[in-house]
Structure formats: C-alpha cells, structure tokens
C-alpha cells in the first residue's frame, strides 16, 4: 500500500489511509467530549458504531491538500477554509438526507442557517479550528505517519478496514430496521385510532395487542443508538411521530407534537384496563 502513489494529492495511499484514520477518530473524540459536556453522559457520537467519524477524515484530507500552499496567508486561509468546511458540510448532510430519508444534524434553532445544515456559528467555528489543523496539527500528523512501518502499519491497515466494513453493513442495517419500526410506528397508531372510534369503550383484544407493539417498538425507537448520536435527527417521512416518541424520552411535549389520535385511544385503553381491575 504505501508505494502507490497518488500523483495529484502528493501522497502514497498509505499515508493518506493514516491521515484520513486519525482525523476521523479524532473527529469522533470531539463529537463525544462535545456531547457529554452538554449532557453529563458518555454518548457513542457518529454515523457508525465504532469510535470513528469519516466525515472528519475525508474533510481534513481535502482541506489540508486544497489549502497547505496558503499557510503563511492566515487571513484567505481563514475565509477558504470556512467556505471549504460550509460547502463539504451541506453536500454530506443533503447526500444523507437523500440515501437514507433523514436529517441527522439540524441547526434551524440557529442564526443564519440553510434548511438546518448549516449555520455562520458552525461554520466560522470551522474555519478556526481549519487554521489549526493545516498550521499545527497536520504537520505532526504526517511526521508521525512516516514513522509507521510499512509491514505492521499494512496488517493494522487491513484489520481496520476490515472493522469499518463490517460497522457500516452493520449501521446500514440499524438504518433500515430504523425506519422500518417508525412506519411500523405510524401504522399501527392509525389502526389503534380507527379501531378505538368504531369499538368505543369496548377494547378488544387486538386493540391490546397493537398497543403492545406500539409500546415496544417505541422503546426500541427510544434505546436506539442513532438517536443518542443524533439528537437532532429528523425522519424525513415520519418525523411527527418520531418526534412523539422522542419528546417521551425527556417527558417534552408540545401541542404541535401532541399525537391526539394516539392518545385518545391510550386513554381508552387505560380506562378499559382499570376498569377490569375495578371489577376484580
């Protein structure tokens, strides 16, 4: 791996292998000391499984071979790497949205941002910590990367990509169960209101056992990883009902996440179930 060369970038695909892995967890690392100052809980961040962000890793890549020969040029490094870091940010957050139907990040509570993709706050943010990484980070990066040798740091290249393979078949596979359950979700609370409008106060068994399946795909909505990692995650299809189920993890509701129908026929079966016990 390490004498193949990559003319136009300068580099052997060794190097840029080990770039790319050290950016990516160390992106990771960010991700969750960010995420656990705001919560006071370790939280596993990222689109995959593993302790790794690539969106970090193929972004400094880019960043560091589009704007190393403007280093002593603070100020056009400075307004490049924002427009650099805002424009790879939009572009991975609208590819997402359109492979897998969902918002994974959303600034629309910020200033001056575009659709929730992008904010000025985050992006000038990004154009600081660009400086540092091209200035002062990167350079000590590539001395470290020379001294890896080549044998060991080929078996370790292969057993981390190898990792990573299995993670995102394995992430793309939580994805799909994902939005499988939300549409299973939404589904059954409109059966559960249709049923409850035409039985009135006599519950039937059915009803009960949708209510059972309601509840315990919630939970599986509610201990999902994606939603720890993504707080922000908004479904594209069924983001009303997500929304329902995530306000329920903090016990936040307001009247435009209210899923009356649902909770109507909660009510029912709750007063059904009590009144069985009632009678008992």
């Not at 656990?36 to 790794?52: A, K």
């Not at 000038?124 to 910590?129: K, M, Q, S, T």
């Amino acid at each position: 791996m390490q004498h193949i060369y990559v003319g136009f970038l300068g580099n052997t695909i060794f190097e840029l292998y080990f770039y790319f892995l050290w950016w990516a967890v160390f992106g990771w690392f960010l991700e969750v000391v960010d995420r656990t100052l705001e919560t006071g809980g370790f939280e596993n961040r990222g689109f995959l499984n593993g302790p790794i962000c690539p969106i970090y890793g193929f972004g400094v890549i880019i960043l560091t071979h589009a704007l190393s020969p403007l280093k002593g040029h603070f100020v056009l490094l400075y307004i490049l790497s924002v427009a650099i870091c805002t424009s790879f940010e939009l572009f991975v957050g609208v590819l997402l949205e359109k492979m897998f139907h969902a918002k994974w990040w959303d600034y629309s509570e910020e200033k001056f941002n575009y659709r929730g993709f992008i904010c000025l706050r985050i992006s000038l943010l990004w154009g600081v910590g660009s400086v540092l990484v091209i200035c002062v980070v990167q350079p000590l990066v590539e001395k470290a990367v020379d001294r890896i040798p080549f044998l060991g740091g080929n078996i370790f290249a292969g057993i981390i990509m190898a990792v990573i393979i299995v993670d995102i078949v394995a992430t793309l596979s939580d994805i799909r169960q994902f939005n499988m359950r939300l549409k299973q979700i939404d589904y059954i609370a409109c059966l559960l209101h249709d049923k409850s409008v035409a039985l009135g106060e006599n519950i039937s068994d059915e009803v009960l056992v949708l209510n059972a399946k309601y509840e315990k795909l919630s939970e599986q909505i509610k201990t999902s990883r994606l939603v720890k990692a993504f707080p922000t995650m908004k479904p594209i299809k069924y983001n009303r009902t997500f929304n329902i189920i995530k306000n329920k993890i903090s016990n936040k509701f307001s009247p435009e996440d209210y899923d009356e129908k649902y909770e109507n026929t909660r009510l029912i079966i709750d007063g059904a179930a009590e009144g069985q016990e009632t009678n008992i």
